[in-house]
């Protein structure tokens, strides 16, 4: 997925036959000032993509919260059990309440604890629930924690900023983590940045991983080596042609190591 693709407060999950709840609640979040993932909004954006990736980033990183609209349709379709384990990646590396179910009725889904809470629609009005999503979204908004522009912090500075986004894992300051990886002045910053991009575990940092292969700093390659061993087999091809083809010995030596790990199954 491209970096420039949006974010959203909201990505909805549901069976085609449940559409109209769907359409009414992202027209309502929507209709609130809201940014919304509905599929029928995103037919453009769509056409010609690799859906199954395209929507696994879209629920485990492009989302702040992921509603899952709940009935005896939706663990019977293939692409709701994928946008749901997507989103229970997300939601288990961050522990956070990112999974928000409602339910249309009571069929248990798989992976989904009993004991989480919901909303009920069979008890409350499409209105009501769309006013506490809404104030769910508003409490749980942060301002962005770190700067676009790096250039006027000292290093101690940037150091810090990278170790804080190891744990914010969001992807919308992958730029600034991709420009922090590949021209930061210091090894250290580069290094921390490496393993904040690993932690988004996103195909859009392919490129910027690639090119740091051939780092000067071992340390920098090393983390770098391993966000794209966890990137798994859609990084194998491009790894092998640096492995292959480029100028850098340290850069084709990591890339070897890299496939190494990954011919282990060492990712995920």
Known sequence: MADNEPFYDVAISFAG????????????????????FYDFWEQGTLWGKDLFQHLDEVYQHRSRYCVIIISKHYTRRNWPRHELRSAQARGFKNSVEYVLPVRLD?????????????????????????????????????????????????EEERESIMAAAVFAKDIRQLPMLLSALNTDPSAQVRAGAAL??????TPSAMAGLLV??????WFVRSNVGWA?????????PHVQSVAENSFSSDAA???????????QGEWQ
């Not at 904040?196 to 575990?201: E, K, N, S, W």
């Open 196 to 201: 904040a991009i690993d932690q988004l575990r």
């Open 17 to 36: 036959e449940d559409r109209e709840t769907a359409e009414m609640l992202a027209a309502g979040l929507k209709n609130r000032g809201h940014t919304v």
């Open 106 to 154: 009571d069929t248990p889904v798989p992976g989904l604890p009993e004991t989480i809470g919901y909303l009920d629609l069979r008890s409350m009005s499409i209105d009501r629930a769309i006013e506490l999503l809404t104030n769910k979204i508003k409490c749980g908004q942060t301002p962005a924690v770190f700067p676009i522009d790096l250039h006027d912090l000292n």
């Open 253 to 263: 030596d990591m890339a070897k190591l890299v496939l190494e790990r990954m011919k």
């Open 212 to 217: 740091a292969l051939g780092d000067v700093d």
């Open 228 to 236: 794209l061993v966890r990137l798994g087999r859609i990084a194998l």
